[in-house]
Nanobody
Framework: QVQLVESGGGLVQAGGSLRLSCAAS????????MGWFRQPPGKEREFVAG????????YYANSVKGRFTISRDNAKNTVYLLMNSLNAEDTAVYYC?????????????????WGQGTQVTVSS
């Protein structure tokens, strides 16, 4: 069992930055692929970024590529999402999630564990 707790969300002006954190419980963190997803108001949950167990592989949605950076610290059981150049379209509830394996990292239903989410609001 893995429990995930996100933090770091808030209100930011367009063009600003935020760093989200996701703290994981349990001893299996380093064996899990981690992902960040988001759900904008009135829309479905969508993939944002993923990182492999060791951190050696990352993958981003086209909408955030070049602006967002995912990273992890296995010693701290924590995954991060650094978000730069934020715009109104980035407003959403952001979730971290954990799964085994790396194939089809963008597929929401392949993730086994989810956090409760943290709200990010970008004002224009």
């Amino acid at each position: 069992q893995v429990q995930l707790v996100e933090s770091g969300g808030g209100l930011v002006q367009a063009g600003g930055s935020l760093r989200l954190s996701c703290a994981a419980s349990g001893r299996t963190f380093s064996s899990n692929t981690m992902g960040w997803f988001r759900q904008p108001p009135g829309k479905e949950r969508e993939f944002v970024a993923g990182i492999s167990r060791s951190g050696g592989n990352t993958y981003y949605a086209n909408s955030v590529k070049g602006r967002f950076t995912i990273s992890r610290d296995n010693a701290k059981n924590t995954v991060y999402l650094l978000m730069n150049s934020l715009n109104a379209e980035d407003t959403a509830v952001y979730y971290c999630a954990a799964r085994s394996g790396w194939n089809n990292v963008v597929v929401t239903s392949d993730y086994d564990y989810w956090g409760q989410g943290t709200q990010v609001t970008v004002s224009s």
